[in-house]
């Protein structure tokens, strides 16, 4: 396998209209597991005629998708690199340790690359076509979308739990049933996304104002603005409304 070089400026990734990579000047650089090269430039470099400074979800329509897994988890490998120069008990500089991992010549500490762990689950109820799925819309989300509930897993606990408390606290509902969709690194900055189905159980929606804008249930023929190619909720959706023999819209 050729040596690719992944390319980083802050969040942005370069990606070259021509075929190569000009070579440059690395603040730090990294082997990535498979053998290819994970470069960050300075923030301050000019980006080089023939290059555009994207970041990944402006990349994504304009790779193919192995390209733009690796360039995520080059990305992931760099942040997690860059945020664990020293020891966080001793504040002694960390050395290479054992596998992936640092270690602090000080006091010992070893560190390992690690992801932040999100649950993301797609609740339905009703059967065939008068089936509903419980979406919500968060303010960050793009005008008029609705997608499935998510949130990160807490120290402690197990990924079923993650589901339960945040459909409570996020919907107010009770869930059951939970089936293992899939699961997708989400390299925004470091996250590993595990996804759910689920049915309804109990409880009527009541959407948590502190992060949700709205929640309410859609027929599946009647959805509204979805969230993009890119993740694993449309992903999810896509599968509900094809089991369902229908068709989700662009
Ligand atoms: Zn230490």
Request: hydrophobic share 45%; with cysteine.
């Amino acid at each position: 396998m050729s040596e690719v070089r992944i390319i980083f400026q802050g969040d942005r990734l370069w990606l070259p209209s021509g075929s190569a990579l000009p070579e440059v000047e690395a603040e730090f650089s990294l082997r990535l597991p498979e053998g290819h090269l994970a470069l960050k430039v300075a923030g301050e470099q000019a980006v080089p005629e023939g290059v555009e400074a994207l970041s990944l979800r402006e990349a994504f329509p304009r790779m193919d998708l192995e390209a733009w897994v690796r360039a995520g988890r080059a990305y992931q490998w760099l942040e997690w690199a860059a945020g664990h120069r020293f020891c966080g008990r001793c504040a002694t500089a960390l050395e290479p340790g054992e596998g992936h991992g640092r270690r602090c010549p000080a006091c010992g500490l070893a560190v390992f690359p690690s992801n932040a762990t999100a649950i993301i689950v797609l609740i339905s109820r009703g059967e065939g076509r008068n089936r509903e799925l419980a979406l919500a819309r968060s303010p960050h989300f793009k005008p008029g979308v609705y997608s499935a509930i998510a949130g990160f897993t807490e120290p402690g606990e197990s990924l079923e739990q993650a589901v339960h408390r945040e459909v409570a606290e996020e919907l107010g509902i009770r869930v059951q049933g939970l089936k293992y969709f899939g699961s997708q690194p989400w390299p925004f900055p470091n996250g590993l996304m595990v996804a759910f189905l689920a049915e309804h159980l109990a409880g009527e929606l009541r959407p948590d104002p502190t992060e949700l804008e709205d929640a309410r249930w859609f027929r599946l023929d009647a959805l509204p603005p979805l969230p993009g190619p890119l993740s694993i909720a449309r992903w999810m959706l896509d599968a509900a409304v094809a089991e369902a023999g229908l068709e989700t819209g662009a």
